[in-house]
Each structure stands twice: as structure tokens, then as C-alpha cells.
């Protein structure tokens, strides 16, 4: 039989695996967001000052060319360093791959939870199952920091609110 204690851990590894999931995929999106944007940025600075310096008709007057050149040029050098600094598109990738990675233990938590739910399950057998999924939850996260991600604490905030109410909808009778 299943203490209460281990219940109550196994449930609260639950609520945080569900916030896990939403709160690294959402972040990815937004870090792909802002690789595609550094991107566009790049691809339209370069079609602009090319099809000013490349211009053959007179659309503008001189003085104004040369400003959207410099324009152009400063916008474009400025997106390179972004994309250069902010490697988004390695992040966006880690955070995806954190993500399935904890959609999978979410898996296995939830599973887990059948086994609390189970009278005939073993209380040492059911901890030592949680902590082995609490090991590989760590060694997961870890990769966010190994790729220079940054909390973002209102998007965390909103994640746990969100996986609170459906795990709660979903489990609590």
C-alpha cells in the first residue's frame, strides 16, 4: 500500500512534469520566433540595400537612397549580431528537445500515478520509481542551462497555472 506522503510526492512531480512540458515548448516557440524574425530581418536589409544600390531608376533622389542604404546596411549588421549572439535556433532546438523529453516522462509519471492509485502497490517500489524519474528529469533540464536559456519566470508562471488546471480537471475528483 502507498503512503500518503508518496501520494502526495508523486503527484506533485506530476504537477510540475505537466508544467515542464508546456513551459519548454511554449519557450521554444518563442525562441524560434525570434531566430525567424533576426532571419527576415537579415533577408529584407539585404534585399533593400540591393535593390537601392542595384537601382537604376531615379524613385528617389540621391540623398534619400544613401539613407536607406545606411539604413539597410545598420539593420542588417545589427540582425547579424543578434542572430551571432542570441543563437536562437540552438536554443529553440534544445528546448524542443526538452520538451519531448519531459512529454515522455509525463508518460511515465502518469503511470506512475495508476500505480498510487493501485491499493496493491508497494510504497518503496512506487518512491524508487519516482526518484528514478525525478533523476532523468534533472539530466534533462540541465540542457537549458548548458545552452545559455534563461529562465523566463511569467511564461513559468502562467505554464503551472495552466498544467494545474488540467491536471486537476483530469485527476481530482
Known amino acids: ?22 513551459y519548454y515548448e511554449k519557450l ?3 525562441h524560434r520566433t525570434q531566430f525567424y524574425i533576426a532571419r527576415g530581418t537579415l533577408v529584407l536589409s539585404a534585399l ?36 551571432i549572439v542570441a543563437n536562437n535556433a540552438r536554443k529553440a532546438a534544445v528546448l524542443h528537445a526538452i520538451s519531448k523529453e519531459c512529454s515522455l516522462l509525463e508518460i511515465e509519471w502518469r503511470e506512475l500515478w495508476a500505480e ?9 517500489a512506487v518512491r524508487e520509481k519516482n526518484r528514478r524519474l525525478a533523476r532523468r528529469l ?10 545559455d536559456v534563461r529562465e523566463n519566470r511569467k511564461l513559468n508562471e502562467e505554464c503551472e497555472s495552466i498544467a494545474y488546471k488540467i491536471m486537476t480537471e483530469k485527476y481530482v475528483t
Open 138 to 147: 534533472t539530466k534533462v533540464t540541465v540542457w537549458a542551462g548548458d545552452a
Open 1 to 22: 500500500m502507498v503512503t500518503e506522503q508518496t501520494r502526495k510526492d508523486v503527484w506533485e512531480e506530476m504537477l510540475d512534469i505537466a508544467r515542464l512540458v508546456r
Open 48 to 83: 533593400i540595400g540591393t535593390a537601392v544600390f542595384l537601382s537604376q531608376f531615379k524613385i528617389f533622389p540621391q540623398h534619400i537612397q544613401e539613407i536607406i542604404l545606411i539604413i539597410a546596411g545598420l539593420a542588417l549588421a545589427l540582425a547579424t549580431a543578434w542572430d
Open 28 to 30: 521554444a516557440d518563442r
Open 116 to 124: 498510487v492509485n493501485n491499493h496493491q502497490s508497494d510504497d518503496s
